[in-house]
């Protein structure tokens, strides 16, 4: 009996340095991400790049049809300043057949501070699931491109959140769904390459 609690307490010994070395690394590349953030932010402040875009120029990077589904509505954003803080954000709702799709699109280029909040865990790599919804890590295997995806099991809803190139913050959400695989492809038909270079 002993040399089975023994093992038992090894075991138990092993999860938990797992545990804690997963928790480390997450801490480690979600600073690595923060810092590397910073540094772009400092590049493109040398060189008097610190305003966002306009809304209105963001509506660009939502096309009139995205993966199927067209437009339903004219587009809507804002541009927001103060205190030396400003971002710019716009949204298009999309529609196919019943299905209801919504876009956001955020210029964080003058909110730094802002876009590393609700970016920092994209990073981490994390993985959470229960009877309610699913939350994990993404990768679209698009350079300076990263997020997390989300499903909804019981409400059928599916999201994807991006950062992209260290300044824009990228949401697509979608009812009716069971995977999250169609938010995946409506975000790449998105000209995500473009944005990671702005």
């Not at 939350?135 to 679209?140: N, Q, T, V």
């Not at 998105?190 to 270079?197: G, V």
Request: glycine share 8%; with cysteine.
């Amino acid at each position: 009996m002993p040399l089975l609690i023994g093992c038992s307490q090894v075991r138990e010994a092993n999860e938990s340095l797992q545990t804690v070395s997963a928790a480390t690394r997450a801490v480690n590349q979600a600073e690595a991400s923060l810092t590397r953030t910073e540094q772009l932010r400092q590049t493109r402040a040398a060189s008097g790049d610190t305003i966002s875009l306009p809304y209105q120029e963001l509506r660009n990077y939502l096309p009139h049809k995205l993966a199927g589904f067209v437009r339903d509505g004219a587009p809507q954003g804002e541009s927001v300043s103060l205190g030396g803080v400003n971002y710019s954000t716009c949204e298009q709702y999309y529609r196919k057949g019943k299905q209801r799709l919504k876009v956001q699109l955020v210029d964080y280029n003058g909110a730094s501070a802002l876009y590393a909040g609700a970016t920092a865990m994209m990073a981490a790599g994390f993985t959470q699931e229960d009877d309610e919804q699913l939350m994990r890590g993404c990768d679209l295997g698009i350079p300076n491109v990263l997020g997390y995806e989300t499903l909804q099991k019981k409400e059928g809803r599916a999201s994807v959140a991006l950062g992209v190139g260290d300044r824009f913050f990228l949401s697509v959400e979608l009812d009716q769904q069971q995977t999250t695989h169609t938010v995946r492809n409506v975000a790449k038909a998105i000209d995500l390459q473009t944005l990671a270079r702005l």
